[in-house]
């Protein structure tokens, strides 16, 4: 594989798994944090939340979690 396609198909992985939408609880998990501060987390804009569904549930990208790390660590 020449080295071009490999990291073009690096990339791609990677912005995949970046923009993979993540469960309030797998949200929570990954940053060893409650559920309830996830959500609150969310409510005081500190992280993005997309609404999914007929129920509106709760989703969070991997990406949004590192930016928040990023900003408050």
Do not use: P
Not at 13 to 37: H, I, P, Q
């Amino acid at each position: 594989m020449k080295k071009g396609l490999k990291e073009d198909l690096k990339e791609r992985l990677l912005k995949k798994e970046l923009d993979r939408m993540l469960t309030v609880a797998e949200a929570a998990e990954n940053l060893g944090v409650s559920k309830s501060t996830i959500r609150r987390f969310n409510k005081q804009g500190l992280i993005k939340s997309y609404r999914i569904g007929a129920a509106k549930h709760r989703r969070f990208r991997k990406k949004d979690l590192l930016d928040y790390l990023e900003k408050n660590s």
